[in-house]
């Protein structure tokens, strides 16, 4: 795995997978330096290449009502502070083509939504501000399909390109990995698996997406076996009010055990 696009990032020789992880929305920032701060600590201690995940806004909700951000300004600074105080580098998804530039000043990967991944203007624009384009895999797409996503950032001159399996629609409630895909897209892309968003089963009748949290482990130790490049994982200290995706993702608590037995499955699947 080459980092030469994030020279913040540590760990790099460590010969392990890498991980995004952070809460699903940035809600302030005491909560994004809380959670910042506990999983510098823990991938530090297990040497993980670690980038801080946190969406600036939430465009993509299911009711009109929903949480869809503090500010885009605001949460910017937030990650951009982030980055700064503990020296890594930081993830954020965009949902417009003027998103792109303005999140590139504070932020060093640009992720493009699932459900966003074939909008030709938004890859191009993320991957002409040369930072990392991390594509979320649709919701609706084959493996395959996803080289025309990474060739779009590559042909914009752009070679940083990583690919994120975040499940298949599996019915109209329900989302499945199909683990067959990650060598698949890991001749496209670095690939990294989205444990936690995998996990989500959408309600379409009262407009509040579920989740099963406690098969994050079983997901996770899936995708470690199967040889993904990162693993993307949303935490909190507290999943049940947090203000976006609660329901899916994994106590912050939670964090250092899982993350522990990972990196022991990582290294017997390496021979180390």
Known sequence: MNFEALPKIKHTNANNFFLLAGPCAIEGEDMAMRIAEKVVAITDALKIPYVFKGSFKKANRSRVDSFTGIGDEKALKILQKVSQTFHIPTVTDIHEISDAAMAAEYVDVLQIPAFLVRQTDLVV??????????????????????????????????????????????????????????????????????????????????????????????????????????LFIETHFDPANAKSDGANMLDLSKLEGLLTRLVAIRQLVNGF
């Not at 499945?176 to 698949?184: E, K, L, S």
């Not at 989500?200 to 099963?212: A, D, E, K, L």
Request: hydrophobic share 35%.
């Open 125 to 230: 624009a993320a991957a002409k501000t040369g930072k990392v384009v991390n594509l979320k895999k649709g919701q609706f797409m084959s493996p395959e399909s996803m080289k025309h996503a990474v060739t779009k950032v590559h042909d914009s001159g752009n070679p940083h390109a990583w690919i994120t399996d975040r499940g298949t629609m599996f019915g109209y409630q329900d989302m499945i990995v199909d683990f067959r895909g990650i060598p698949t897209m890991r001749q496209y892309a670095p690939t990294v698996l989205d444990v936690t968003h995998s996990l989500q089963q959408p309600n379409q009748s009262i407009g509040v997406t579920g989740g099963r949290p406690e098969m994050i482990e079983t997901i996770a130790r899936a995708g470690v076996v199967n040889n993904v490049d990162g």
